[in-house]
């Protein structure tokens, strides 16, 4: 069974954004980088010095075919950046069947990230499931 992945909306503080606006690397060209077909606009980067923090250090996978940008520490794929605060991520889905099982564990806990509350759905299918979320503050 291949992986699948399912699309996350993440939002970051805007506190990060309003801190970060105006506090560009001189080092840096000025201009969003690009990866495949996603902008990356400050506070993330591509080049070291380009970004706010190592939470939003992005890198280039140029492996897979066409460049992909991904989150450096949380390894996740970036589909999308708006500087109104949301991160589109692909995020991989957890599924178990009595032949395998997958349990994706990705912590947002030491990140300036949080799942979205409006912008995603959370989904359970098939026939006498348990599904859930885990928080760590409750």
Known sequence: MGMTVGMVFLLWSMNVFIEAVGLGNSSCSGAAAV??????????????????????????????????????????EVLDISLEGTLRVNYPMSWWCPYGRS????????????????????????CANVAYLLSSDG
Do not use: Q, W
């Open 35 to 76: 990866c495949g077909n996603v902008t990356i606009p400050y506070p993330f980067g591509i080049e070291p010095g380009c970004f706010f923090d190592d939470s939003f250090a992005i890198y280039c996978n140029n492996t897979l075919g066409s460049p992909k940008p991904f989150l450096r520490r949380l390894d996740l």
């Open 103 to 126: 349990t994706p564990n990705v912590s947002l806990a030491s990140s300036p990230f949080v799942f979205s509350k409006l912008r995603n759905i959370f989904v359970a299918m098939g």
